[in-house]
């Protein structure tokens, strides 16, 4: 029975904001729209919102014109007339995940690096992520070009946050750029300020007075500077003013005993995760979650990427292996058959545990944890599908999936300021939601199975996506 239409409702649709309407997109776009109505209803779904809040069952969420019209019981949930329905009993609907360490370029075993424009977005979409910070640069002009086609509906993808190319110091080569002073910082900042970036990322040999300047000039702009650094510590980082820092305590120069100024320790993976140095007994394990919470200082949790090079773990699914290019599949296993065999690992899973242990205790003293996949190193975890594999992760880590979805969802909203219009389920808020067959808080796992991915309420096909890149992840 369609009930008459709520107050709420009738005042979303009469005042939506303008979105990226089905008809808008382009025709290689559209292929990939399931759901193309203006007004949808999901009925009879469970709804795990994003704020942190238990799973609601039997739920409607009404979408209309773009944005979320109505959420509430299906018997008490008025679905205007004309509306498609969608009945979806054993069905979780969440928001669209925000990817807050993510990239449009790939790198995998044997040192392959490739800019990823054609296959990431459509992986991220397919997962449901709905947005992204590129958090870091292979290619800067090609991420500015596809977020524009983007933008316009001429190319199928997330919303996407651009980072400028990295900034470091005088160990860095290659695709980043080397920061050679306090003056060549603001340069390169104002530079790419200019050219749309939002974000600027310091790697891990950048000296703390460039880092300095560099903090400084992005400010001034309305940027904000995030880093995976080494030589510079992450309270010292914190000191000069950093927005964000990448990776928890696998990246935190902190924990290096001896550590000398503006230099980065050697194996600093390994030492930094060793309980002798890291635990909550040591020092600088509250320490430097005292600094980065007392100073609004966000931190962003990449487990899928780092699990990859841990002995026993990381096993590569069926899609992941059907997504990969051939050549690149079996690099990836050949490396992990060299990494299982090793009879002495440097790397064990006690030292990812007390990686997690520190993710914890950092969301414990109120810290703002947000999360992404960070697709590179040795290229087992794909963009989207390594998305998909941070929420088991965190749970492992010890996080509810509650807890674990805001993380993915809400947090990232917060970090890249968009949580007024994204990242939990809200009336009025962008129709950005994904539709998952199954339950995720009794199997986690089933996070894999979206069944529809709306981006401003227009819902994909994600196995069209999946199929669209399938043998080609490595390639383009």
């Known amino acids: 029975m369609k009930l008459a239409l709520v107050p709420a409702l009738a005042l979303c649709l009469a005042g939506s904001l303008s979105a990226q309407a089905a008809t808008s997109l382009s025709p290689s776009v559209r292929r990939f729209v399931s759901v193309g109505e203006p007004v949808v209803a999901l009925t009879n779904v469970t709804v795990l919102d994003g704020t942190g809040a238990a799973a609601r069952p039997g739920q409607t969420v009404v979408i209309a014109d773009g944005k979320i019209a109505a959420v509430g019981p299906t018997a008490r949930t008025a679905v205007p007339a004309g509306a498609r329905v969608m009945d979806l009993p054993g069905h979780t609907v969440i928001p669209g995940i925000v990817g807050a360490h993510n990239h449009l370029f790939y790198t995998a075993a044997g040192g392959r690096r490739v800019q990823a424009s054609f296959t990431a977005p459509r992986l991220y979409l397919a997962s449901g992520v709905t947005t992204v910070r590129t958090t870091g640069s292979n290619s800067a002009y090609a991420d500015i070009n596809l977020k524009a086609a983007v933008d316009a509906g001429e190319q199928v993808g997330p919303r996407i946050h651009i980072t400028a190319p990295y900034m470091t110091g005088a160990e860095g080569a290659g695709y980043m750029t080397v920061v050679g002073s306090p003056e060549q910082a ?198 989207g599908f390594g998305d998909q594999r941070n929420y088991d992760l965190l749970i492992e880590a010890g996080f509810s999936p509650p807890v674990a979805l805001q993380i993915m969802t809400l947090n990232g909203a917060r970090v890249l300021g968009i949580d007024r219009e994204l990242g939990t389920i809200a009336v009025g808020k962008i129709a950005d939601l994904v539709v998952v067959k199954g339950d995720i808080v009794k199997e986690p796992r089933q996070i894999q199975n979206t069944v529809v991915v709306f981006k401003d309420g227009v819902g994909y096909d994600p196995n069209l996506l999946v199929e669209s890149v399938k043998g080609r992840v490595g390639i383009n």
């Open 186 to 383: 603001r340069r390169f900042v104002n530079y790419w300020g200019d050219e749309g970036a939002t974000w600027l990322k310091s790697y891990t040999d950048i000296r703390s007075a460039d880092l300095k300047a560099a903090i400084d000039a992005a400010h001034a702009r309305g940027m904000k500077v995030t880093g995976h650094i080494c030589s510079v510590s992450f309270q010292e980082a914190v000191a000069l003013g950093i927005d964000n820092l990448e990776h928890g305590l696998f990246t935190a120069s902190d924990f290096a005993p001896g550590k000398k100024p503006d230099s980065c320790p050697t194996n600093l993976l390994a030492t930094a995760t060793a309980r002798e140095n890291a635990n909550p007994d040591a020092a600088a394990w509250n320490a430097t979650i005292k600094s980065m919470v007392d100073n609004k200082v966000s931190m962003t949790s990449t487990l899928a990427i780092y699990e990859t090079i841990f002995p026993g773990r990381a096993p590569l699914d069926e899609r992941t292996a059907a997504a990969m290019a051939p050549e690149v599949r079996d690099a990836y296993l050949a490396q992990r058959k060299q990494i299982d065999e090793n009879p002495n690992p440097m790397l064990t899973d006690a030292r990812l545990k007390t990686a997690m242990a520190f993710e914890r205790a950092f969301v414990a003293a109120g810290g703002l944890l947000a999360a992404g996949v960070d697709p590179t190193g040795i290229g087992g975890a794909l963009p």
